[in-house]
Nanobody
């Protein structure tokens, strides 16, 4: 039921920057954690960055100091600012959010993914 619309992916040279956006919508009480995962070609999906409703964040070691996750709760939007991009950052990036219904039930939803390609 929750809809996620991702944008911002593309092709960039090593050292460049991209900003991913994900807008969540739906009949929901609140959005709890919001996060970005990625799946490089031929590899397993992995967590890149996550953010709690209270503003706590965590990052994969490989992106610390380069990526920043942020959220605008009023707009139900989560962002991923990616700086100093490396070829190894090439992957499909997936937005995912945990929605909490009025009943208290929680469910995680995933976007369709946006391709990020970093060339050397």
């Amino acid at each position: 039921q929750v809809q996620l619309v991702e944008s911002g992916g593309g092709l960039v040279q090593a050292g460049g920057s991209l900003r991913l956006s994900c807008v969540a919508s739906g009949t929901i009480f609140s959005f709890n954690t919001m996060a970005w995962d990625r799946q490089p070609p031929g590899k397993q999906r992995e967590l890149v960055a996550g953010s709690t409703n209270g503003g706590m964040t965590n990052y994969a070691d490989s992106v610390k100091g380069r990526f920043t996750i942020s959220r605008d709760n009023a707009k139900n939007t989560v962002y991923l600012q990616m700086n100093s991009l490396k070829p190894e950052d090439t992957a499909v990036y997936y937005c995912n959010v945990e929605g909490q219904y009025y009943s208290g039930y929680v469910q995680r939803y995933w976007g369709q993914g946006t391709q990020v390609t970093v060339s050397s």
